[in-house]
């Protein structure tokens, strides 16, 4: 081992030797004074392209220029939001969310994306504890809003209907079939709410004052669980998100061409790996970012692949696993497409060779977290990628294997995966002491067991985190242990994994009953979990057992249970 151990040290890098041809070693971030400056060069470049589509109504890169400057103005001018008040968005793609994502970064706001899926018991959290003063927001959540308002520092609302970019008539007829035929729209009342139309109406009036924005200045606090189940919000600068964007552009260069590009974009903007890589690296590329408002009708997701030709698209295995399983999947042409990109969660190799074989096209993986803006690793796209490991570390990145005292192990046996690099956070949003739990002398610690193979690929062995992978989702035992204990009928409760084809896992609750309510169901279970979680952490799974394996100190095994 201290031979080996050795010849790792003389060669930090062996994944270098591997890298594909025309990808650098290193970024270079000069050309970029902060993320803004990534739009400003794109919209000048690729005007008259198309940036993002939804539905049939496109935006170009001349167009969302214009929607954002006035946005900007708004939230400057109108709302009164100065450089570094935190704003929420919580919309799915939609074309409005590139609009407010990159007005309020050329406000100098800080972004705190929020799933519009969460409850309003999620969402007082993450409103409450990072300070937001203003959200955009979606009409068909904002009943949820309304019950947590008073709770929250927010003073400003702007509620958007997915309709609003839309051309007349197409507009209206939109809103009004969500509105008044599906009835997804509940009632609710925010007298003092701005629509979004509205809003870009007063900005377009409004003289925009330049802010200035460095580097160092925080762009997004991005909720994630990361090694304990509480949400805290990883701060990510405008340097951590610049250097990964162009991390990832730097890494496609053997593929993409500029001006060229079309993307099926079906995973959220809010979720960090798509805006990231879709609406931010391959913004470099003049990139059209195709927007799938529902990835879950898998009916209108196939008709959209259908009626436009793409060349690239990034997903998490259970998407690629349930389009395949769409008999329409079938008569999609892709003749174009290039290759396809897995993140969030592991890629089975079931998924990855029935993918290949249906259209003709590479499907690789990648690895990242939220803590590192969150590409880490990711399989050339050169036709040299590797199944069954998550590629090769980024340009400009170091990763690392240390055993539980800290020490670097050898190449080739298993320790926690380390990273360094300039995409890796500042830390967790008035967390300190869970900061230092996670980075330690310029490393992050991810959670994560793995080992660097001869060639220098990285492959993950497991997980240590006890966290949950629900679809690519993060679900954290504690949230969900905590909203079951509630229910009177509950003695005790511990959560854990179960392998599903599906959804790669699934939650699996194990409950101790209370003496007196040897009645209490599993239906029961699962009902009182819905009123404080969202679907995907809700439990799919319920066993009841007269007493759970513990530590001498009463500590639940959770392991055991798996």
Same mark, same amino acid.
């Given at each position: 081992?201290?031979?080996?151990?050795?010849?790792?040290?003389? $060669?930090?890098?062996?994944?270098?030797?591997?890298?594909?041809?025309?990808?650098?070693?290193?970024?270079?971030?000069?050309?970029?004074?902060?993320?803004?400056?990534?739009?400003?060069?794109?919209?000048?470049?690729?005007?008259?392209?198309?940036?993002?589509?939804?539905?049939?109504?496109?935006?170009?890169?001349?167009?969302?220029?214009?929607?954002?400057?006035?946005?900007?103005?708004?939230?400057?001018?109108?709302?009164?939001?100065?450089?570094?008040?935190?704003?929420?968005?919580?919309?799915? $793609?939609?074309?409005?969310?590139?609009?407010?994502?990159?007005?309020?970064?050329?406000?100098?706001?800080?972004?705190?994306?929020?799933?519009?899926?969460?409850?309003?018991?999620?969402?007082?959290?993450?409103?409450?504890?990072?300070?937001?003063? *203003?959200?955009?927001?979606?009409?068909?959540?904002?009943?949820?809003?309304?019950?947590?308002?008073?709770?929250?520092?927010?003073?400003?609302?702007? %509620?958007?209907?997915?309709?609003?970019?839309?051309?007349?008539?197409?507009?209206?007829?939109?809103?009004? %079939?969500?509105?008044?035929?599906?009835?997804?729209?509940?009632?609710?009342?925010?007298?003092?709410?701005?629509?979004?139309?509205?809003?870009?109406?007063?900005?377009?009036?409004?003289?925009?004052?330049?802010?200035?924005?460095?580097?160092?200045?925080?762009?997004?606090?991005?909720?994630?669980?990361?090694?304990?189940?509480?949400?805290?919000?990883?701060?990510?600068?405008?340097?951590?998100?610049?250097?990964?964007?162009?991390?990832?552009?730097?890494?496609?260069?053997?593929?993409?061409?500029?001006?060229?590009?079309?993307?099926?974009?079906?995973?959220?903007?809010?979720?960090?790996?798509?805006?990231?890589?879709?609406?931010?690296?391959?913004?470099?590329?003049?990139?059209?970012?195709?927007?799938?408002?529902?990835?879950?009708?898998?009916?209108?997701?196939?008709?959209?692949?259908?009626?436009?030709?793409?060349?690239?698209?990034?997903?998490?295995?259970?998407?690629?696993?349930?389009?395949?399983?769409?008999?329409?999947?079938?008569?999609?042409?892709?003749?174009?497409?290039?290759?396809?990109?897995?993140?969030?969660? *592991?890629?089975?190799?079931?998924?990855?060779?029935?993918?290949?074989?249906?259209?003709?096209?590479?499907?690789?993986?990648?690895?990242?977290?939220?803590?590192?803006?969150?590409?880490?690793?990711?399989?050339?796209?050169?036709?040299?990628?590797?199944?069954?490991?998550?590629?090769?570390?980024?340009?400009?990145?170091?990763?690392?294997?240390?055993?539980?005292?800290?020490?670097?192990?050898?190449?080739?046996?298993?320790?926690?995966?380390? %990273?360094?690099?300039?995409? %890796?956070?500042?830390?967790?949003?008035?967390?300190?002491?869970?900061?230092?739990?996670?980075?330690?002398?310029?490393?992050?610690? &991810?959670?994560?067991?793995?080992?660097?193979?001869?060639?220098?690929?990285?492959?993950?062995?497991?997980?240590?985190?006890?966290?949950?992978?629900?679809?690519?989702?993060?679900?954290?035992?504690?949230?969900?242990?905590?909203?079951?204990?509630?229910?009177?009928?509950?003695?005790?409760?511990?959560?854990?994994?179960?392998?599903?084809?599906?959804?790669?896992?699934?939650?699996?609750?194990?409950?101790?009953?209370?003496?007196?309510?040897?009645?209490?169901?599993?239906?029961?279970?699962?009902?009182?979990?819905?009123?404080?979680? &969202?679907?995907?952490?809700?439990?799919?799974?319920?066993?009841?057992? &007269?007493?759970?394996?513990?530590?001498?100190?009463?500590?639940?095994?959770?392991?055991?249970?798996?």
């Amino acid at each position: 081992m201290r031979q080996a151990l050795m010849e790792a040290k003389l $060669n930090p890098k062996p994944w270098l030797n591997r890298y594909p041809t025309g990808v650098p070693h290193d970024i270079d971030t000069s050309a970029y004074r902060n993320l803004n400056d990534v739009l400003e060069n794109a919209c000048r470049k690729f005007g008259p392209l198309t940036a993002f589509s939804n539905r049939g109504t496109s935006l170009t890169y001349q167009d969302l220029e214009k929607q954002i400057a006035a946005m900007a103005a708004f939230f400057q001018k109108e709302l009164n939001l100065k450089k570094g008040d935190r704003i929420a968005l919580q919309m799915p $793609n939609l074309l409005q969310y590139p609009v407010a994502l990159f007005g309020a970064l050329r406000a100098g706001l800080i972004v705190v994306n929020t799933n519009p899926l969460y409850t309003a018991t999620e969402m007082a959290h993450q409103f409450k504890d990072s300070g937001c003063k *203003a959200i955009v927001i979606l009409a068909n959540f904002a009943s949820h809003l309304q019950e947590i308002l008073k709770d929250t520092e927010i003073e400003s609302v702007v %509620v958007t209907e997915v309709g609003d970019l839309f051309p007349t008539p197409k507009k209206w007829l939109v809103n009004t %079939v969500v509105k008044h035929v599906k009835k997804m729209i509940p009632e609710f009342k925010l007298p003092q709410a701005y629509t979004f139309v509205k809003a870009l109406e007063i900005g377009g009036g409004q003289r925009f004052d330049p802010v200035e924005v460095r580097r160092e200045d925080t762009a997004f606090l991005q909720y994630t669980g990361g090694t304990t189940g509480i949400s805290k919000g990883a701060i990510l600068t405008h340097d951590n998100v610049l250097a990964n964007l162009l991390q990832i552009a730097n890494w496609m260069t053997p593929l993409l061409n500029e001006g060229k590009e079309v993307c099926i974009t079906a995973l959220p903007l809010y979720h960090i790996f798509s805006l990231t890589v879709n609406c931010l690296a391959f913004m470099t590329y003049g990139c059209h970012n195709v927007l799938i408002t529902n990835p879950r009708d898998f009916k209108d997701f196939i008709k959209i692949m259908k009626a436009q030709p793409f060349t690239i698209m990034t997903g998490v295995n259970t998407l690629y696993n349930a389009l395949m399983n769409q008999a329409e999947f079938k008569e999609v042409d892709f003749s174009k497409l290039k290759c396809s990109v897995g993140g969030a969660m *592991a890629l089975q190799k079931t998924v990855i060779e029935r993918w290949k074989s249906l259209t003709g096209s590479s499907l690789i993986e990648g690895y990242g977290l939220t803590e590192a803006s969150p590409v880490v690793c990711c399989n050339p796209i050169d036709g040299t990628d590797k199944a069954g490991t998550i590629g090769l570390p980024v340009p400009s990145t170091m990763v690392k294997m240390v055993d539980d005292d800290g020490n670097e192990v050898a190449h080739g046996e298993v320790g926690e995966l380390c %990273v360094s690099g300039p995409q %890796v956070m500042k830390g967790y949003w008035n967390r300190p002491e869970e900061t230092a739990k996670v980075l330690r002398d310029g490393w992050l610690k &991810t959670g994560d067991i793995a080992l660097l193979d001869p060639e220098g690929f990285v492959k993950i062995v497991d997980r240590k985190k006890d966290m949950i992978l629900v679809s690519g989702f993060n679900v954290y035992p504690n949230e969900v242990e905590d909203a079951i204990a509630s229910h009177p009928g509950v003695l005790e409760v511990a959560v854990v994994g179960q392998p599903d084809e599906h959804s790669g896992e699934i939650v699996r609750a194990v409950v101790v009953k209370r003496p007196g309510h040897e009645s209490l169901t599993d239906k029961e279970i699962i009902e009182h979990s819905k009123k404080s979680l &969202t679907n995907y952490k809700v439990p799919r799974a319920v066993e009841f057992r &007269t007493e759970l394996p513990k530590t001498n100190v009463g500590k639940i095994l959770r392991r055991a249970l798996r």
